[in-house]
T-cell receptor
Framework: QKEVEQDPGPLSVPEGAIVSLNCTYSNSAFQYFMWYRQYSRKGPELLMYTYSSGNKEDGRFTAQVDKSSKYISLFIRDSQPSDSATYLC?????????????FGTGTKLQVIP | GAVVSQHPSRVICKSGTSVKIECRSLDFQATTMFWYRQFPKKSLMLMAT?????????EQGVEKDKFLINHASLTLSTLTVTSAHPEDSSFYICSARGWQLTETQYFGPGTRLLVL
């Protein structure tokens, strides 16, 4: 079993739709959770960063963490064609000085005008 | 803030040559830099972690003599692919993290390497 599972998609939605992207994980030591957006042939861009259960909102983006279920989500409201990209979840533990980040495989999202 | 640059953005080289990729943190001091490799439709694969002034820590299966990493300053790390072969062709991405352990990584734009 992979430490982080993420549906690769592709996920196609019409413009304006609410998008839900999800990851599950198995390592209970993970304490910090990130979502990155990666456009084709570009480096990942940090979207959201959280370390507590619950919701964190930033503009059209909401990150949700449920540590009891080992499940994280990213919601995108009023999706735009410019949101078309691959979304990577990432997480790491807190302990130690060397904190390796584990990434999901990414979900490819296409927002259709 | 938290901008990371990479140079070059793409490079084509002949088999057997060496290629150096630079990663710079432009507006913060990066105590730790990471080098990743990404294959098409695959997740990021961590190659090595480097802390300023010390030797890099390589992940299992990554040849340290093939992928030389130098982190000489708080704003610059380099990855040198020595004696490159076609199977080294890939997308190489660096990331950097500041001194606070709770800070996350910020990624560079990546370097596409094609070895002929």
């Amino acid at each position: 079993q992979k430490e982080v599972e993420q549906d690769p998609g592709p996920l196609s939605v019409p413009e304006g739709a609410i998008v839900s992207l999800n990851c599950t994980y198995s390592n209970s030591a993970f304490q910090y959770f990130m979502w990155y957006r990666q456009y084709s042939r570009k480096g990942p861009e940090l979207l959201m960063y959280t370390y507590s259960s619950g919701n964190k909102e930033d503009g059209r983006f909401t990150a949700q963490v449920d540590k009891s279920s080992k499940y994280i989500s990213l919601f995108i409201r009023d999706s735009q064609p410019s949101d078309s990209a691959t979304y990577l979840c990432a997480m790491r533990s807190r302990s130690g000085g060397y904190q390796k980040v584990t990434f999901g495989t990414g979900t490819k999202l296409q927002v259709i005008p | 803030g938290a901008v990371v640059s990479q140079h070059p953005s793409r490079v084509i080289c002949k088999s057997g040559t060496s290629v150096k990729i630079e990663c710079r943190s432009l507006d913060f001091q990066a105590t730790t830099m990471f080098w990743y490799r990404q294959f098409p439709k695959k997740s990021l694969m961590l190659m090595a972690t480097s802390n300023e002034g010390s030797k890099a820590t390589y992940e299992q299966g990554v040849e340290k003599d093939k992928f030389l990493i130098n982190h000489a300053s708080l704003t610059l790390s380099t990855l040198t692919v020595t004696s490159a072969h076609p199977e080294d062709s890939s997308f190489y991405i660096c990331s950097a993290r500041g001194w606070q352990l709770t800070e996350t990584q910020y990624f560079g734009p990546g370097t596409r390497l094609l070895v002929l």
